[in-house]
């Protein structure tokens, strides 16, 4: 079964400290694929990030950076220096290859001024 | 252009009266989906066609009935409306056979509220 964790229900931070949203997956696939969407006040979901199965570097997008660790299956999202428009909810999600996304249960970010 | 176009946005209908939601992509995919949010913000599966045959459906109450015309398009029919079908429903896309696994891409979602 595949199954997807985020533990943290909800994270508030003041504006410019870092923060980072924990993610861990179970699957028995030896070919997934993990993402991570966001979803601001206005509702739609945004793409952020795809990473697949074999490739465990690292990656870093302006603030944003994500840390995909097989061996303790997590896949987590630091944001540093964050702003008041980081504030969303934050989705983990899974896929196997050629399946369906499962997601976590969300982050709810808010940043503070 | 949208690529993942759902109407209406928002919808917001009396108990036991019928409604549809509508999805259109654009992208060429061959897979279509909807996703249930709920009021806790949990993301769920409801159903999933590929090439206008069903190939998921999630325990879905049978009042919910997708509609799949072509593989371009994907309604979704409510019938008997109740007050726990108030939610936020996401049409996605993606291509089936999809070796780079690449997520799904999204509509901007449909607002039900029952009342």
């Known amino acids: 079964a595949q199954k997807v964790t985020q533990a943290q229900t909800e994270i508030s931070v003041v504006e410019k400290e870092d923060v980072t949203l924990d993610c861990v997956y179970e699957?028995?696939?030896?070919?997934?694929?993990l993402f991570w969407y966001k979803q601001p006040p206005s509702g739609e979901l945004v793409f952020l990030i795809r990473?697949?199965?074999?490739?465990?570097q690292n990656e870093i997008s302006g603030r944003y950076s994500w840390n995909f660790q097989k061996s303790t299956s997590s896949f987590n999202f630091t944001i540093t220096a964050s702003q008041v428009v980081d504030s969303a909810v934050y989705f983990c999600?899974?896929?196997?290859?050629?399946?369906?996304?499962?997601f976590g249960q969300g982050t709810e970010l808010s940043v503070k001024p | 252009d949208t690529a993942v176009s759902q109407t209406p946005k928002y919808l917001v209908t009396q108990m036991g009266n019928d409604k549809s939601i509508k999805c259109e992509q654009n992208l060429g995919h061959d897979t279509m989906y909807w996703y249930k949010q709920d009021s806790k913000k949990f993301l769920k599966i409801m159903f999933s066609?590929?090439?206008?045959?069903?190939?998921i459906n999630e325990t879905v109450p049978n009042r919910f009935s997708p509609k799949s015309p072509d593989k371009a398009h994907l309604n979704l029919h409510i019938n008997s409306l109740e007050l726990g079908d108030s939610a936020v429903y996401f049409c996605a896309s993606s291509q089936a056979q999809d070796l780079a696994g690449h997520g799904y891409t999204f509509g901007s979602g449909t607002r039900l509220t029952v009342v």
């Open positions: 990473r697949n199965s074999f490739d465990e």
């Open positions: 066609y590929n090439n206008k045959e069903l190939i």
């Open positions: 999600a899974l896929r196997r290859k050629g399946g369906k996304l499962i």
């Open positions: 699957t028995r696939d030896t070919t997934y694929y």
